[in-house]
């Protein structure tokens, strides 16, 4: 007769040994709920990006406290069940956590067995520690010529193993460090020097399982590095409609509870994966025009008045109360060149008026401009203006940016053509210190020399986000 009880443990068990998502829910049923979906979804999207893609990358980012450490950590072990060959290496932010995911692993793996309950080895019954492998951080399982595992850190060693499999679970662990390039650049340096270097053969998975916090941190450093290489995932604890990812794991009243007294680019950050600094940002991705209208083509120029500054030019259309870009010259390069290329852009634009600031040496600038036009372009059309700039920069371009938001449009696949330009005015921040906004400047120009002003104050408080015009931006 068949002991029915048996026979489904025995399939619970066959499940569990094939598929990620049954295991977790044999052998952690309190974590894994029928309730919470997204953790089925996650545990899948890792199994299909194992065994289904050729991608090397995956980014998978989830708010605080919702078990993706824990997940990671199940995943190194059902790894190492279905090929106890795999050479595995995780990295956490410093070697206490790593420490504390090894060990997890390692424990799991070596949990003997005792009554009725499902342990690891009735899983993956042929899956052992190497006998005398002791240490937490650096060990190999029976059957392998050398070490199959190795826990690690940013500031630890990468020595002694190479791998073929990668998790890095959460490299930064605060807001201070998102907001500190040094700690930014860092990581990123050791990924690029020593994780990299440690892979062995070309079917090599990386995965990183992190909470976003900056546009630059290692997640989104490798998305914008490797492109089609890379898988995204990404889970946030707010839905649109104001629900919970999973209300059993953080409730709304939690949440708003615990993110009261928070600062809001780190709410949006850490649990709906809005890197602070694109959050932060004054500009939303501008509108771009297909064809041109017809009309006179004006021109500012703001000139490069200290060392680190940058050249902004930009020629445009009037047509109504919308602003056409239609070339630009943005460049760090030295007056005698940048005279030769604003001098190039007006002639060939068929610019009829050109305002170049006086401020900083913008007087003798457009002297200079002027002269390559008349005598080497044979062009006397152009009219150079230099009015001088007395009212505060950073005031003009926030007090614009709403303005410009809706009814500026830039020329075309402008971010590829121009991505020195497209950085600055993309990722200039609201509040904060900026490297660069001389684009930005010449774009308040633009503004002030559309509207007059006698309408500045009205968009005073309408901000980059306004959603009341309802054009598609791109």
Known sequence: MIDVKLAARGAKVELARRHFYDYCRLMY???????????????????????????????????????????????????????????????????????????????????????????????????KIKFGDASASLWGLEGSGENNYLATSPTGTFTGLGVN?????????????????????????????????????????????????????????????????????????????????????????????????????????????????????????????DVLPEGEVYNITDTADRGKDYLASANYIQHGEDVYITDLVYTDESMEKTEHEVAEMLHSGDVRTARIESNNGGRGFARNVERILKNELHNSRVVIETPAQTKNKESRILASSGWIQRHLFMPP????????????????????????????????????????????????DEGANSTKDPRIRF
Not at 46 to 57: G, R, V, W
Not at 262 to 273: F, G, H, R, S
Not at 422 to 451: M, S
């Open 29 to 127: 049923p309190t974590g894994y709920t029928d309730d919470r979906v997204y953790l089925r979804r996650i545990c899948e999207e890792l199994e299909a990006f194992e065994n289904q893609t050729k991608q090397h990358y995956l980014v998978l980012n989830v708010p605080p406290r919702h078990l993706k450490s824990f997940t990671a950590q199940n995943f190194t072990e059902h790894l190492f069940g279905k090929d106890p060959t795999k050479k595995i290496a995780t990295a956490s932010y410093n070697e206490t956590l790593a420490t504390i995911f090894a060990k997890k692993v390692r424990n799991t793996i070596r949990t003997p067995k005792g009554g009725n309950a499902i342990v690891y080895k009735d899983v993956f019954p042929n899956v």
């Open 165 to 289: 499999r990668l998790i890095i679970d959460d490299p930064l662990k605060s807001a201070e460090e998102a907001y500190n390039q040094r700690v930014l650049d860092d990581i990123w340096d050791w990924f690029n020097n020593t994780c990299l270097s440690r892979l062995e053969g070309d079917d090599y998975k990386i995965y990183i399982i992190m909470t976003r916090w900056a546009k630059d941190d290692l997640a989104g450093r490798i998305i914008d590095s490797y492109g089609d290489d890379v898988r995204v995932i990404a889970y946030r604890a707010v839905q649109d409609d104001g629900t919970m990812l999973c209300p059993s794991i953080l409730s709304r009243r939690a949440f708003d509870r615990k993110t009261q007294e928070m600062n809001p680019d780190i709410v949006e950050a850490n649990y709906n994966q809005m890197p602070i600094d694109v959050k932060g940002r004054l500009y939303e991705p501008f509108m771009e025009w």
């Open 413 to 460: 696949n402008w971010q590829k053509k121009w991505p020195q330009a497209a950085n600055e005015v993309l990722r200039y921040q609201r509040k904060g210190v900026n490297a660069h906004d001389d684009l930005c400047d010449v774009l308040a120009a633009i503004y002030e020399a559309v509207t007059g002003d006698n309408r500045r104050i009205q968009f005073l």
